[in-house]
């Protein structure tokens, strides 16, 4: 699972929960970064990139401080970073610390960095951050059945609660074949005693917060019943 993914998605989820934080980007890739986020979950961002980080840095805080949903992001580099924080101790600085993330150098976009892998993060570090689903569920889990020529593997899989979460990109409802196999996939799953989530990618992105009521949901079933 690509780091930075899962620290936009981190931070995201802390905006969520009512800390105020501004992602910073340090590295000369940094829009190809945070744009790549956007284009992978289909999703609408801001991104401060100007000539004066100070005033980037006051925007960018204000804006998630006001609207804690909104996705927002300062790309800077290094040298900039520096001379701003030179010598400051205030709140700006702090929300700026917390929220910073130093790109590696630039590499070839991973195999596997697709919308999926996008939701994927957000929903994983949202289940990991809420104590009723901490721990419980593994990223691309397979099971001992077969589906199709491989063994079934499930995006996020709580085995010990019975409870398989299936992330859907826009590619899901576009394609009537990718349908027709996503619901053979459910009657498996659904064989195999498993509670099965399908969550539409961009949701699980933006704000996660229904969904991991799902799962709350789900769990309180599977407790009530055994």
């Known amino acids: 699972m690509n780091e930075v993914m899962r620290r936009l998605a981190r931070d995201q989820w802390v905006r969520l ?10 590295g000369s890739h940094a829009r190809r970064v945070y744009l790549e986020w956007l284009e992978l979950g289909r999703l609408a961002g801001r991104l401060y990139e100007g000539a004066d980080l100070d005033q ?46 130093e790109l590696a150098p630039p590499t070839p976009p991973a195999p596997n960095l697709d919308a999926r892998s996008a939701a994927e993060a957000a929903l994983y570090e949202a289940l990991q951050a809420t104590p009723a689903t901490t721990g419980r569920f593994v990223l691309n889990e397979s099971l001992s059945v ?44 659904q064989t195999q005693g498993l509670v099965v989530i399908r969550v539409l990618a961009e949701d699980a992105v933006s704000d996660p917060r229904p969904t991991i009521l799902q799962v709350c949901e789900a769990l309180a079933y599977r407790q009530r019943t055994r």
């Open 17 to 26: 929960h009512g800390t105020p934080r501004v992602t910073v980007l340090v």
């Open 146 to 189: 077969r589906f199709g020529p491989v063994a079934c593997e499930v995006d996020l899989l709580a085995r010990n609660d019975g409870i398989a979460i299936e992330i859907d990109g826009y590619r899901h409802f576009g394609d009537f074949d990718c349908y027709r196999r996503d619901r053979r996939k459910d009657l498996l799953l």
């Open 56 to 101: 980037d840095v006051r925007s960018a805080c204000a804006q998630v401080t006001e609207t804690p949903s909104d996705l927002v992001a300062i790309a800077t580099t290094r040298a900039q970073l520096d001379q701003w924080r030179r010598g400051r101790t205030d709140r700006l600085a702090a929300m700026v610390n917390e929220g910073l993330i």
